[in-house]
């Protein structure tokens, strides 16, 4: 089954960057869409960015611009590169993977940290 392993998080001061991978090491499904969401102390999961195999782009109003998504779908490795962070930024970070027939898997999460 689909297994991901996500890298990348830690703790940074407001404007500066961190880069989140996550990567499918099962390699057993066809992945459509693969993402990122993000869940604060307090507040429900959303959804950060994700996109489909086809490279279709799905961004939150509140990091476009900031924010840029990609993917290796050989791998089946997704990333998020995340600029000019604001601490507002700061939550557990969840890779999300749904397959063609529309099964969703989770990573673990990994924690951002963003200080001002």
């Known amino acids: 089954q689909v297994q991901l392993v996500e890298s990348g998080g830690g703790l940074v001061q407001a404007g500066g960057s961190l880069r989140l991978s996550c990567a499918d090491s099962?390699?057993?499904?066809?992945?459509?869409?693969m993402g990122w969401y993000r869940q604060a102390p307090g507040k429900q999961r959303e959804l950060v960015a994700d996109i489909t195999r086809s490279g279709s782009i799905n961004y939150a109003d509140s990091v476009k611009g900031r924010f840029t998504i990609s993917r290796d779908n050989a791998k089946d490795t997704v990333s998020l590169q995340m600029n000019s962070l604001k601490p507002e930024d700061t939550a557990v970070y969840y890779c999300?993977?749904?397959?063609?027939?529309?099964?969703?898997?989770w990573g673990q999460g990994t924690q951002v940290t963003v200080s001002s």
């Open positions: 999300r993977a749904t397959t063609f027939s529309s099964i969703e898997y």
């Open positions: 099962g390699r057993m499904f066809y992945i459509n869409v």
